[in-house]
């Protein structure tokens, strides 16, 4: 029964210097990650740009218990279409933790420009509650998709998009945006801001953007539009 006891006030020591060990960094040393699945959906493509599989992840992520806040914004220019956002794809890591767990949910907000390739007033902000995480194992980052609220955009117009994953960083770790392998848009480097780590809103990051597509869900908006007319009888 002794030894039992010892045995076990070990393991919660060892549990306990592995999560005390890790440090708050402002970008990921590699990707981690576990399983995930896949989704449908019919989609008109808006914008994007995937990951670079020699990139790294940015911190962006919302700690309400540490607590902390961290965040990256990458512009883009709305296409001709004049479709609204209504679905995206973006890419992450995670790593740093003692603990593996998926994001609890995710915040995307969405941003006008100042004119000056810099994120102006808020456009839409909106917690992402359901979504699919689907690993890749070759490239250990997470491909994450999710329908979203409309957000209205106007042709040729520059917007800028936050994707922040709400997460606890004892013990399930840091969530990082995974940066692209081409910028499409026209202001050229991501920004971040992490202020506990002395990242102020918002500084350019030595990347060129960050993985993330956006669409138009056509059955989404067949969706609304049938419930919509039933609202009516």
Not at 50 to 60: E, Q
Not at 117 to 131: A, E, K, M, R
Not at 193 to 205: E, H, M, S
Not at 213 to 224: G, H, K, S, W
Request: hydrophobic content about 40%; glycine content about 10%; overall charge negative.
């Amino acid at each position: 029964m002794h030894s039992k006891l010892l045995m076990a006030l070990f393991a919660l020591l060892m549990t306990a210097s592995l999560a005390s060990a890790a440090t708050l960094e402002s970008a990921s040393p590699m990707g981690n990650g576990g399983p995930g699945a896949t989704i449908t959906r019919e989609l008109v493509p808006l914008f994007c740009q995937m990951p670079d599989p020699a990139g790294t992840g940015l911190s962006s992520q919302i700690d309400f218990v540490y607590p902390f806040d961290s965040g990256v914004v990458d512009d883009y220019v709305a296409d001709a279409s004049g479709l609204a956002v209504n679905a995206m794809d973006w890419w992450g890591q995670y790593w740093n933790y003692s603990t593996f767990a998926n994001s609890d949910y995710y915040v995307v907000s969405f941003y006008l420009d100042n004119g000056t390739c810099y994120p102006g007033g808020l456009l839409s902000t909106q917690d992402v509650t359901t979504f699919t995480e689907t690993y890749d194992a070759t490239n250990a980052w997470y491909a994450v998709s999710a329908s979203i609220a409309d957000v209205a955009q106007t042709p040729g117009q520059r917007y800028w998009v936050e994707v922040q994953s709400v997460l606890e960083f004892t013990p399930n770790g840091q969530w990082g945006w995974q940066t692209c392998i081409a910028e499409g848009g026209d202001c050229g480097a991501p920004l971040q801001g992490f202020p506990l780590l002395g990242i102020p809103y918002w500084t350019a990051q030595a990347y060129i953007g960050m993985a993330f597509c956006l669409y138009n869900d056509t059955i989404a908006v067949e969706e609304n539009t049938v419930s919509s007319v039933k609202s009516l009888y």
